[in-house]
């Protein structure tokens, strides 16, 4: 079944050339990416975050960490600014500021995850949605650090979040969306349901779903073949993803699937 909104992309062939032929040349036009995450126990996505957008010619980076990592951080990671920690190794609600300062530098912030569960940092994360009118991709654990305030987030315009197929159906049944989400159901079924999703808030949602990712904004929805899950709950598709979105803010959907063939 086929649907006009709904646009297959090949694993070879872009939909959008012309959105990787204008990708800028010059660093100083090339946007600058503020990225967010990590806890005491671990920062892998951020790492993983930083090099992917370093590759893909990010034009300056900024990363804000729990300060409980400053002695730990590898030497590759450059840029850092550090805030607050609270007891649980995470953020804590005074980091606010640093939050803040961190946006007012940047053209869009990447909430990559590594985020621990302290409810602390849930209430810092929901303020800085909140308050923060730019550009966000959000991904990995810090989607689940919204789920008390889920409205906050798909009623959100400039939002992109990377999301696992459970955190999906969570995200649905929270704003209770009057669509059951299950891992059985037919990709033309899904892509349905993100297309009426996307008509009623201005989230902009990427899916996995049976080896083919899923991604829609105000309705319309692109699919495309997809082999390697891991790059996605590693935070890599999210960081390209949002590098490509810094140079096309307008056309969230296709810097999207371009980003993904680059990825």
């Known amino acids: 079944m086929d649907f006009d909104y709904w646009k297959k992309q090949s694993p070879t062939e872009p939909l959008y050339p ?39 010619g990010v034009g ?6 729990p300060d409980i990592l400053s002695k730990t951080l590898p030497k590759t990671i450059t840029d850092t600014r550090f805030a607050p920690t609270n007891p649980s190794g995470s953020l804590s609600k005074d980091a606010g500021a640093e939050m803040a300062a961190l946006s007012a530098w940047a053209s869009g912030v990447l909430m990559v995850g590594d985020a621990g569960r302290s409810s602390e940092t849930a209430i810092l994360y929901e303020q800085f949605i909140s308050d923060y009118k730019g550009p966000i991709v959000i991904t990995r654990d810090a989607v689940d650090l919204i789920k008390n305030s889920p409205n906050l987030l798909v009623e959100r315009p400039q939002t992109i979040a990377v999301v696992a197929f459970a955190q999906l159906q ?94």
């Not at 032929?21 to 660093?27: G, L, N, T």
């Not at 995450?37 to 892998?44: E, I, R, T, V, Y």
């Not at 300056?60 to 960490?65: D, Y």
């Open 18 to 56: 012309n959105i990787a032929w204008s990708k800028p040349e010059q660093r100083s036009l090339a946007g600058k990416l503020g990225i967010v995450g990590g806890n005491k126990l671990g920062f892998a996505g951020v790492a993983e975050a930083y090099t992917v957008a370093q590759k893909a």
């Open 60 to 65: 300056e980076m900024r990363v804000l960490l």
């Open 170 to 263: 969570k995200l649905f049944q929270a704003v209770y969306y009057p669509k059951v989400l299950t891992f059985s159901m037919q990709l033309s079924n899904l892509v349905e349901a993100v297309h009426k999703f996307t008509i009623t808030y201005p989230i902009t949602l990427v899916v996995l779903h049976k080896e083919t990712l899923v991604m829609a904004h105000d309705g319309q929805v692109i699919t495309t073949p997809w082999g390697n899950p891991m790059s996605i709950w590693r935070g890599s598709v999210a960081a390209q993803i949002a590098c490509y979105w810094l140079w096309n803010q307008k056309q969230p959907l296709q810097a999207i699937a371009t980003a993904v063939m680059s990825e």
